[in-house]
């Protein structure tokens, strides 16, 4: 799907998705997100409407991705709600997966396979593989096995995603990590051009973004004081 696909998509989906009424496509409320028994985030609220860039912000460990495992639908919350197009999880579960991209800190890269195999696997033909590694900045390597390729290299292959995806949210862990400048310039206005054509993204980042119009959600407001049991607070959704 191109961006102009999109743009013309997610204007009619963004009309009528929720109900007529223009608005919020994703809806968080007072979300807790625990591990083991050890509640990390409790009272998280947020919306998400076509063309919002979202970056969760916070020191290691304070839940960033296991928050983004409760958004992709990979785990339940363990309190609060979540909906989709105003239909709650987990019913909505599907409708969501079907329209989400996301690219894990693990990056998802099979490091055997070649960027080109990787990419087919994905589902991108030769023409849209080659153009993805040539807009990314791996052209030439498309047929070295991804074990010969640096760290950089290798997220960079796994962003290459980014340049074919037709899903209307991306959720991206740690995206930024281990690009060099052009890397991150790269993806920056990549991550632009999506919001422009209604995309959403949820995204996290150690780094300060130059992206207008993004916005921030500082995960650690929403740690509960020591001492809060998973008992306290699970049971609603
Ligand atoms: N598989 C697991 N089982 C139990 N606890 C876990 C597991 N993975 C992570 N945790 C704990 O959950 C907490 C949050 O981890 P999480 O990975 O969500 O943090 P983060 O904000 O993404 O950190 P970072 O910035 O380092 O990536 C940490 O205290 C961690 O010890």
Redesign the pocket.
């Known amino acids: 799907m191109t961006g102009a696909d999109l743009a013309s998509s997610v204007k009619g989906q963004h009309q009528s998705g929720t109900g007529g009424v223009p608005g919020p496509l994703l809806v968080v409320r007072d979300l807790a997100?625990a591990?083991?028994d050890?509640v990390?985030l409790a009272g998280l609220s947020f919306s998400l409407a076509a063309g919002d860039l979202l970056q969760l912000e916070?020191?290691?460990?304070?839940?960033?991705?296991?928050?983004?495992?409760v958004l992709t639908t990979t785990a339940a919350p363990d309190s609060g709600s979540m909906t989709w197009r105003g239909k709650d999880m987990p019913s909505a579960r599907t409708a969501l997966r079907s329209e989400l991209l996301f690219i894990g800190?693990l990056a998802g890269i099979k490091r055997s396979l070649t960027p080109r195999e990787n990419l087919a696997w994905y589902g991108a033909d030769g023409d849209a593989a080659e153009a993805a590694l040539a807009w990314i900045g791996l052209g030439g390597y498309e047929d070295t096995p991804c074990h010969q390729l640096s760290a950089g290299q290798n997220r960079r292959v796994a962003l290459a995603r980014l340049h074919f995806s037709g899903a209307r949210l991306w959720i991206l862990?740690?995206p930024f990590t281990a690009l060099d400048k052009s890397g991150v310039a790269t993806l920056e206005a990549r991550l632009r051009a999506h919001c422009a054509a209604g995309g959403m993204v949820i995204l996290?980042s150690?780094q300060d973004l130059a992206i207008d119009g993004l916005q921030r959600l500082k995960?650690q407001e929403f740690v509960p004081q020591a001492g809060v049991e998973l008992a306290e607070v699970a049971g609603v959704y």
Not at 58 to 69: A, I, Q, W, Y
């Open positions: 997100v591990r083991d050890h990390l916070g020191p290691n460990g304070v839940g960033k991705t296991s928050l983004m495992r800190h862990d740690e996290t150690h995960l």
